[in-house]
């Protein structure tokens, strides 16, 4: 495998289910992100993790809720979720999080989320 | 505070026709990256280039080239001899050193029609 892969691809869910969304990279990067892309909407970041550590969390709401077991795998949560959290769901990586340089993001295929 | 805008929502143009994506953008920051990523129908958003503020010499490779012009904060993108394979939705962004966060634009639909 190579780059970032995302799984399941796929993945439809009642409101009152728990499921979690995986992601895996293979670049040797410390820095793992998720994102939301919503239908007319620009792409929104969610949460940031550094070397395992949280560094953002952009008000999402707690019904999501991210893990960082390690600097290669990064899972998100997901529970009591809202119609409107049917979105695509993208995880990215890069080299690391250092103030003053902006690495590049690379990302998965992503999880298209539907909330019935 | 910053912001990406690229004002063309979709374009359709005809296979081997050359096609330009605009973007512009605002920043207070001297420093700073700019970045196109593809996000074909699959959904994965492809890297295609990232370009930091100092560097405004223009950019070619292979079909693809950018035109970065601080003067009028655009980053634009021009597919030559355009195909089929082009068709996607084209994003461009931006971050500043201070922030390092990525601005997405709101994307630009492209259709290459055969």
């Known amino acids: 495998e190579t780059g970032v892969t995302q799984t399941p691809r796929h993945l439809v869910m009642g409101m009152t289910n728990k499921k979690s969304l995986k992601c895996e990279q293979h670049l040797g990067h410390n820095a793992m992100y998720w994102y939301k892309q919503s239908a007319k909407k620009p792409l929104e970041l969610m949460f940031v993790?550094?070397?395992?550590?949280?560094?953002e969390n952009n008000s999402v709401p707690s019904r999501f809720s991210p893990e960082c077991p390690n600097s290669s795998h990064l899972f998100l949560h997901l529970h009591t979720l809202q119609p409107e959290d049917s979105a695509l769901y993208l995880c990215?990586?890069?080299?690391?999080?250092?103030?003053?340089?902006?690495?590049?993001?690379?990302f998965g295929p992503g999880t298209r989320l539907t909330v019935l | 505070a910053q912001k990406v805008t690229q004002a063309q929502t979709e374009i359709s143009v005809v296979e081997k026709e050359d096609v330009t994506l605009d973007c512009v953008y605002e920043?207070?920051?001297?420093?700073?990256?700019l970045f196109w990523y593809k996000q074909p129908p699959s959904g994965e958003l492809v890297f295609l280039i990232r370009r930091n503020s100092f560097d405004e010499q223009n950019e070619i490779s292979g079909r693809y080239s950018w035109n970065f012009q601080k003067s009028t904060s655009s980053f634009n993108f021009t597919i030559t001899a355009s195909q089929v394979v082009d068709s996607a939705v084209y994003f461009c962004?931006?971050?500043?050193?201070?922030?390092?966060?990525?601005?997405f634009g709101k994307g630009t639909r492209l259709h290459i029609l055969p």
């Open positions: 920043t207070r920051d001297t420093t700073y990256y």
């Open positions: 990215a990586s890069s080299q690391d999080r250092q103030r003053g340089v902006t690495d590049t993001q690379y």
């Open positions: 962004a931006l971050s500043e050193a201070r922030d390092d966060k990525i601005i």
């Open positions: 993790y550094n070397f395992k550590e949280q560094t």
